[in-house]
């Protein structure tokens, strides 16, 4: 296209392509998830085939997963068990509906619309092109391959299949995973002094952050620029004084719940004295907030933080959603980002970008109105921030990529270092899944290929044993060679 229209993905193509059309919508996953939230509340008390495990808290999640296979045309509803399909479909029927009046398109629907403006008019930015490329794993689901044959009507499709590098991957069995991430960090301060710049290097694991606390000091002793993937927001110092505030709420306050709740880098920042932390470890264990305020009141800390505790505890009967998510606000406004003791610039960010990110979230949940109880609303509140990814702040210096497999993408690097490619890990064990009885189709070895192709040198590793000492098996698709390193 001579750089008249730049690479895009297929969800980027139907947003482009509904964007010309004029149509009007909202994209927004925490409104998706509130939506399938509602929906299961709403038929809640109807439930029957669902009834005895609708209450848990995983099943939310997999309605969810459910929902999307069925708009993504990946399953069938007479696939399901006979006495589910009446509930599935009062749940997607429900699901739908709260999307509509949050003006909210979900993927499959914004896929699903594009489709039927490609079927009346091509769009005007893609008139003058003969030829469309689809990069990567060409692995569509049905709505998908149905938009793509769509698109590409009178026109040239062209599968551009990752191709491997020309020399055979070298592979290092390390005795554990410490000794693994020692050897990957050795060979990429080998490559640097290389000559290498840090954005041609690439290191990737089947999950990242079981890596996390190996990689944080062995890379920082060699000296290695890199960055992780975003953190989940539950696991930085806002969303677990979030969850601890709503942990002690729920449980009736015993002495724990206070002090997770007041723990420095864990709880909100009280301005506690260390006598007034003092005084709750040597507190009996009493329960309840009225409790606490007659045994610790006494300190000028501790009466501040328990009466404020207390107002807000107020707010918090069976409710609708959007007024646990205003007395949620109403609690944070106490605790803004200025009163957070927070050691270096970069920590100051990440909690500029967490705050950001609650708050977005507590706004959605103000437009929501079905009425739950609190635990209810901690679920899906912990839901929520547990699959909020917060970014690294970035940086101008440049850092080696650290990154799942599954997103090594079409770029191609010139060293890429694959650690944890043991069995159970690389590829995952797949499940039948409980309702569907069907079990997840999983190409390894398209996934193998996609490693070999990302990187010019590759460099493959696995660890003989765990964090526990036992025993693990390099992945089946790890091929069979004479000479292998042992480290």
Do not use: C
């Amino acid at each position: 296209s001579q750089g008249r229209l730049q690479p895009l993905t297929i969800q980027g193509l139907a947003s482009r392509i509904l964007k010309e059309r004029g149509v009007v919508y909202r994209e927004d996953w925490v409104l998706e998830t509130v939506a399938v939230w509602e929906a299961v509340e709403q038929l809640l008390p109807d439930l029957e085939y669902f009834a005895p495990i609708a209450h848990y808290p995983g099943f939310v999640d997999e309605v969810r997963w459910l929902l999307h296979q069925v708009d993504y045309g990946e399953l069938k509803l007479d696939e399901l068990p006979s006495a589910a399909r009446p509930e599935v479909e009062k749940l997607h029927r429900a699901y739908h509906a709260r999307l509509e009046a949050y003006g909210v398109l979900d993927g499959p629907g914004q896929l699903r619309r594009a489709l039927i403006s490609l079927q009346h008019t091509p769009p005007a930015f893609l008139q003058g092109f003969q030829q469309v490329e689809l990069v990567g794993l060409p692995e569509l689901t049905p709505l998908e391959g149905e938009f793509i044959r769509e698109l590409t009507r009178g026109r040239v499709l062209r599968l551009a299949q990752p191709e491997p590098g020309e020399g055979e991957p070298s592979i290092t069995a390390a005795l554990d995973p410490a000794a693994e991430i020692e050897e990957i960090a050795k060979a990429v301060r080998r490559q640097l002094e290389d000559g290498l710049s840090p954005r041609q290097i690439g290191v990737a694991f089947p999950e990242p952050r079981n890596y996390a606390s190996l990689l944080l000091p062995i890379f920082g002793k060699y000296g290695i620029p890199w960055n992780m993937p975003g953190q989940s927001l539950a696991d930085l110092p806002l969303g677990r004084a979030v969850s601890a505030f709503l942990t002690g709420e729920i449980a009736g306050w015993h002495k724990s719940h206070l002090q997770l709740l007041t723990a420095p880098g864990w709880g909100l920042p009280f301005s506690l004295t260390e006598e007034e932390r003092r005084a709750l470890r040597l507190a009996p264990p009493l329960e309840g907030l009225p409790a606490w305020v007659e045994y610790l009141g006494s300190f000028p800390g501790w009466e501040g933080a328990l009466t404020l505790v207390r107002q807000v505890s107020q707010g918090f009967p069976a409710q609708p959603l959007a007024a646990h998510a205003r007395s949620l606000q109403k609690l944070l406004g106490h605790f803004p980002p200025e009163r957070w003791q927070v050691g270096d610039l970069l920590a100051k960010a990440e909690l500029l970008k967490s705050w950001d990110a609650l708050q977005l979230i507590l706004d959605d949940l103000k437009l929501a109105e079905t009425v739950v109880s609190l635990e209810r609303f901690a679920l899906l509140v912990r839901s929520i921030m547990q699959n909020y990814g917060v970014n690294p702040p970035r940086t101008l210096a440049d850092r080696i990529a650290v990154l799942p497999i599954s997103e090594l993408g079409a770029a191609r690097l010139k060293a890429l270092h694959v650690g944890g490619l043991v069995q159970g890990d690389f590829p995952r064990n797949s499940r039948r899944h409980w309702l569907t009885r069907l079990k997840a189709s999983e190409d390894a070895h398209a996934m193998y290929k996609l490693i070999l192709s990302a990187g010019e040198d590759v460099f493959l590793y696995y660890p003989q044993t765990d964090h526990e000492g036992k025993l693990n098996l390099p992945s089946t698709v790890i091929p069979r060679v004479d000479e292998e390193r042992r480290a």
